[in-house]
């Protein structure tokens, strides 16, 4: 029977960062900027006044101490509160492009980690909440940029991103269609944030992750992630939504459209989705002959630090240690589907062989992907 290997990944994080103190100082501005042009309707009881945030807020909320953007100066100027896109300088070069850079980047450092060159993939998985140009597609872009054979595509699936992608890339080559795989999730979430929501615009930040999918046979190098078992699992909620397109906002009269805009039902995503999670990762681990404590980690989904550490709890009967259920929310917030590769690219070099780990995301959707992998040395 075919394997399949992870032997690689790469990380690519934006140059600019904002912490909770940066936000909060500019979304409080904004605050009194706005009470400030809209104090006669406010003191009428037509219009109601923009509270505060703070960061004791925001870590309470999800953990998250700081997060990197493309950009951070729109996102902190009061007057704005959205980032300023380059739409239009990477018309003639796609390498300009504020996700094909997250993209690239990452996808060489995982194929240095895996000893490969692009000739060598023969299938490219692009695989992301949002794409910045849909045609041709990222995908075909990333493999005429790289230099990568065969075929590529596109998919998006919100937070799961990172591990339906690695989940198809492992059902291709088992197939026979494809020998080597470069999944890539590079995430350009900032220009979906409604910086102007106090109960939201802490929450993403922008990052770029890529992994290596090798028939086991034919790997290069002599180490890896076996990928044992994936399970993914799709049920219709809109507590998390994004209806339309960045793009759809970028003209002056649509700017201030909260419809268009990140939203989300926090409470009831972690009643909802969290028992979910819980049961589909003790399911697939009881069909693998696993309980969660055979696992020397998991890498989860990097939603917020509650969600996190509910869903180890339950799963292991007691609380996690950080090398069980590392996190790295404190230093790039919720990175969508990236997140749990964040953790896995940062956390994985002290693994001995048949030690075995999870990788999950969740979120949107709702969506779930599981991957059971077990590390090997030849």
């Not at 290997?5 to 409080?28: D, H, K, M, Q, R």
């Not at 470069?182 to 350009?188: D, G, N, P, R, W």
């Not at 926090?266 to 697939?284: A, C, N, Q, S, T």
């Not at 996190?308 to 590392?326: C, I, W």
Request: with cysteine.
């Amino acid at each position: 029977m075919t394997q399949t290997v992870i032997t690689g990944s790469g990380l690519y994080t934006p140059p600019n960062s904002a912490t909770n103190e940066e936000l909060v100082a500019a979304f409080n501005k904004h605050v009194d900027l706005y009470n400030q042009k809209h104090a006669a309707e406010i003191e009428a009881g037509d219009l109601e006044a923009l509270q505060y945030s703070s960061e004791a807020f925001i870590e309470k909320a999800s953990g998250i101490k700081s997060r990197y953007f493309v950009d951070a100066s729109g996102i902190l100027d009061p007057e704005r509160m959205i980032p300023n896109a380059n739409e239009g300088t990477w018309v003639e070069d796609k390498t300009k492009m504020s996700q094909m850079i997250m993209a690239i980047e990452a996808s060489e450092k995982a194929m240095e980690e895996a000893g490969l060159q692009p000739e060598d993939i023969d299938l490219i998985v692009f695989s992301s909440t949002i794409m910045q140009q849909h045609v041709p597609s990222m995908a075909i872009t990333l493999q005429s940029i790289l230099g990568t054979k065969g075929f590529a595509y596109d998919t998006q699936m919100a937070c799961s991103s990172a591990t339906f992608g690695l989940a198809q890339a492992e059902s291709f080559i088992k197939s026979g269609m494809a020998k080597r795989a470069l999944v890539v999730t590079a995430e350009y979430l900032s220009p979906l944030m409604n910086y102007k929501d106090r109960d939201s615009h802490f929450i993403f930040g922008d990052v770029g992750v890529a992994t290596i999918v090798e028939r086991e046979d034919l790997m290069k190098g002599n180490k890896g992630f076996r990928m044992v078992s994936s399970r993914l699992h799709t049920e219709l909620s809109e507590n998390i939504t994004a209806y339309w397109s960045f793009v759809s906002r970028l003209t002056p009269e649509k700017i201030d459209d909260s419809y268009l805009y990140f939203k989300q039902e926090g409470r009831k995503v972690f009643k909802e989705l969290l028992p979910m999670v819980i049961g589909l990762i003790g399911d697939h681990l009881e069909e693998n002959d696993l309980a969660a404590s055979d696992l020397k980690r998991m890498w989860l989904h990097q939603a917020n630090i509650n969600m996190n550490l509910f869903a180890a709890k339950k799963l292991l009967g007691r609380d996690p240690s950080f090398e069980e259920a590392p996190t790295v929310l404190e230093e790039y917030g919720n990175t969508g589907g990236a997140g749990c590769i964040i953790a896995f690219d940062k956390y994985h070099d002290d693994f001995k062989a048949g030690e075995k780990g999870i990788l999950c995301s969740f979120g949107a959707g709702y969506s779930i992907g599981s991957v059971v992998v077990e590390y090997i040395k030849k």
